[in-house]
């Protein structure tokens, strides 16, 4: 924790001591400062729903505070303040970015309990050892039968779970559809995302880079 907060300081002062104009800076550091807000908000939801019966509506919410501002609306953003851009502007790089991001942390839940630990250096287990509020969690649980939920809290939160709860979990998901509603959400997200480019007030090269984005951000392995 102390480290992390070490980090977010140093951050800060990078940010503050990036050599830019002082008036470009002003422009920037209130959404500097809201994205470390809305971060913060996010890690505190996600501790506080850890353990609670998985929600679709909740894990979303999680994700879009805790990943899908910081990693892709908010940069863009910052960057887009740093350089004069428009409202117009700031708006349609914000729609584009929030679904981008979302899809990116779903992509990211699916990687976590289906990918492959030596690619994505994540731990199978860790989610499902935490009861982390996933989507793809969420989405299982709420497509289970009672006996199918008994099974699947039988196994959440346990700190010996082995490979065959693994294997049991990802067979039940899969025996649910869950990861294939993910992925469902996933399409959508980067297609409502690279929908708004058209309208971007911005090069043609500008609006490649963002679609090539939300493509490298979303189909991926690690």
């Known amino acids: 924790m102390l480290v992390g907060d070490h980090l977010m300081a140093l951050a800060g002062q990078l940010f ?38 998985p929600d679709p509506d909740v894990s979303m919410k999680v994700v879009r505070y805790k990943t899908a501002k910081y990693t892709v609306e908010q940069p863009l ?19 584009y970015g929030l679904p981008l991001g979302e ?3 779903l992509r990211d839940d699916l990687l976590g309990l289906f990918g492959e630990p030596e690619r994505t250096g994540k731990a199978g287990l860790d989610d499902i050892r935490g009861r982390r509020p996933t989507a793809l969690l969420a989405k299982t649980w709420q497509a289970a039968l009672p006996a199918q939920r008994e099974q699947l809290a039988g196994v ?17 998901m899969v025996t649910l559809k869950a990861p294939e509603q993910v992925e469902n959400m996933i399409a959508s997200r980067v ?25 490298s951000a979303t189909d991926r392995r690690n």
């Open 16 to 53: 503050a001591t990036s050599g830019l104009p002082a008036a470009y800076l002003a422009r920037a550091r209130p959404m500097w400062a809201e994205l470390a807000r809305e971060l913060i908000a996010g890690e505190c939801l996600e501790i506080l729903t850890t353990g609670a019966h």
């Open 156 to 172: 959440l939160g346990r700190r010996d779970l082995n490979e065959k709860h693994l294997r049991d979990v990802r067979e039940l």
């Open 103 to 105: 899809a990116f942390q």
């Open 77 to 95: 953003l910052i960057g887009a303040l740093l350089a004069g851009a428009s409202p117009q502007l700031r708006a349609t790089l914000s729609a």
């Open 191 to 215: 297609q409502e995302a690279v929908g708004h480019l058209g309208g971007l007030d911005t090069s043609q090269q500008a609006r490649r880079a963002l679609t090539a984005l939300a493509h």
